[in-house]
């Protein structure tokens, strides 16, 4: 009975439930590299939060050419400029994830190797990527 009552409460609120998943898409210079991009509407403000987790991301020291670290960015559809969510540290068993909010409802989010975690711009060295887009 208790199961039951579990499935159906569940289902009863599926509908309504504003997570969503996005795969990333890793590119050349890191092929053996995963990320997901977990999404969820704040029910307060209407921003989206976002989960960013990455599994077999090598040190961005052992790149060609090597870099110091991996910055998360979100780029607006439509929008002037990407816009940088922080810096993704990557442990010993080459995961990392990173938390982030933005006002934006359709929007690629990326990871790009970079030489200093100052940059403003991101630069041509896309690591994972992936198109979000939320009612």
Known sequence: MNSLLVMVSLLAIWPWSSAKEYHMKASNSVPAATGMV??????????????????????????TPPASDYIVWVLPHGGAGAVKQGAIRIDKDLKGELKAVTVSKDFNVFITAEKSESVSVPSEFK?????????
Do not use: F
């Open 38 to 63: 977990n999404t969820q509407k704040d029910k307060d403000n209407g921003n989206t939060k976002l989960e960013i987790k990455v599994d077999h991301l090598a040190s961005p020291a052992s790149l």
């Open 127 to 135: 690591v994972l990527d992936a198109h979000v887009s939320l009612p």
